[in-house]
Structures are given as C-alpha cells and as structure tokens.
C-alpha cells in the first residue's frame, strides 16, 4: 500500500464543473503540499497545509488531520485547470516530500 | 528572481556514459533536493541538502548516481555509467524553510534525459 493514496487517478469534467479531488496518507505528517503540473512538465506548488483551509482564487484545500484525509477543489473549473494535481506529504520522514501518483484532470470546453 | 534554474533541459546520451545534470537553488534558499519523476514510479525524492551539507540520500538508487553542492547556489547530479532505465525527467527544487514544517518548495523546470 502506497503511504499516499489520490484518487481518482483521471478526471474528465465539463467547463464550469465543481471539481474535488482526494488525498489520503497512512502516517502522522507536519505538513502536506498540492502541486499543479502543467502540459508542458513544470511544477507549481498550489498550497501547503499543517490544519484547516486555504483558499487561493478559485482553488481550495482542507485537510482533515484526524482522518489523515485532504481535499483539493476547483470550482468554476476552466480547460486551463487541465493538468496533473500531486499530493505530498512531509513530517514522517524527516525534511523530504513523498508523493501521491497524480490525478489526471482534464476540463473539456 | 529568475527562480531554480536547471540544465540542460534535455540531454540524449547512449548508455554507459556520463551525464551530469545542474542546478541553480533560488538564492537565499538553504534546502536543495533532487527528484526524478518516471512514468512507472511518479515523482521520488532522491537526495536533500541543507546548507550544502546531504541530509538524506537513501532514494538515491545505486552508487552510479552521485550528488554534490560544492556552494550555496551550485548543485550537480552525476550518473556514471548511465542506463537505460535511468531515463526520466529530473527536477531540482529548493526552499528557505524557517521550521522544516512551513517550506514550499519552488522547482525547476526539470531535465528530460534519454539513455540509448
């Protein structure tokens, strides 16, 4: 078992479509990242999380610590938001980032 | 800031020779890590530095791959001799984290490698 888990691993919306997409970990953590990967292969971290919500533009994420659960939204989703979206996780091995296997997101015009 | 900068973007090399990939942090930052991201394994860390210094180089995979930050804004990641299998996208990202909980992390646009 994966100490990351995403799913779903592809998503197919329309434009305007209210989006969510899911990170579970199995261990206590310090901190956990959401990371947009473009088309073209770059990284963009989107946000890092120790408790609660955080909101940037139209893009949200909680984090539920009990539950080692987290939660990525787009709303008013736009086929810009097409990319790949990694969860991370960081605290239960020291300083260093481990990684979900990526949800593919695709928003169709 | 001109953010991580990585090279060479992409690099085709046959197998058993040398390749040495580099990297600028963004200055000012003390956190320097390499990744590797395969279609097969995704995104895996493969070394850290803190102030110059490896912290953790367990994912790094075998002794033909070697890493070093001879200055704060100077990294290297050297494969020799280079496999097939070696082939991947390598990214380079760094961090000013003030408590090792609060960092992001900023990464470079990443070197494709091609092993023949």
């Not at chain 1, 949200?60 to 009990?66: D, F, H, L, P, Y």
């Not at chain 2, 990939?21 to 850290?48: A, N, V």
């Not at chain 2, 803190?50 to 033909?64: F, L």
């Not at chain 2, 050297?78 to 097939?84: D, G, L, T, V």
Request: overall charge positive.
């Amino acid at each position: 078992k994966n100490e990351v888990e995403q799913s779903p691993q592809n998503l197919t919306a329309q434009e305007g479509e209210f989006i969510t997409i899911n990170c579970s970990y199995s261990v206590g953590i310090s901190a956990l990242h959401w990371l947009q990967q473009h088309p073209g292969g770059g990284i963009v971290s989107l946000f890092m999380l120790s408790s609660g919500k955080k909101k940037h533009g139209r893009l949200i994420a909680t984090i539920n610590i009990q539950e080692k659960h987290s939660s990525l939204h787009i709303t008013a989703s736009h086929p810009r938001d097409s990319a790949v979206y990694i969860c991370a996780v960081k605290g239960g091995y020291g300083n260093k980032l481990v990684f979900g296997a990526g949800t593919i997101l695709r928003v169709k015009s | 800031d001109a953010g991580v900068i990585q090279s060479p973007r992409h690099e085709v090399t046959e197998m058993g020779q040398e390749v040495t990939l580099r990297c600028k942090p963004i200055s000012g930052h003390d956190y320097l890590f390499w990744y590797r991201q395969t279609m097969m394994r995704g995104l895996e860390l493969l070394i850290y530095f803190n102030n110059n210094v490896p912290i953790d180089d367990s994912g790094m995979p075998e002794d033909r791959f070697s890493a070093k930050m001879p200055n704060a804004s100077f990294s290297t990641l050297k494969i020799q001799p280079s496999e097939p299998r070696d082939s991947a996208v390598y990214f380079c990202a760094s961090s000013a984290a003030r408590t090792t909980s609060t960092d992001t992390q900023y990464f470079g646009p990443g070197t494709r490698l091609t092993v023949l």
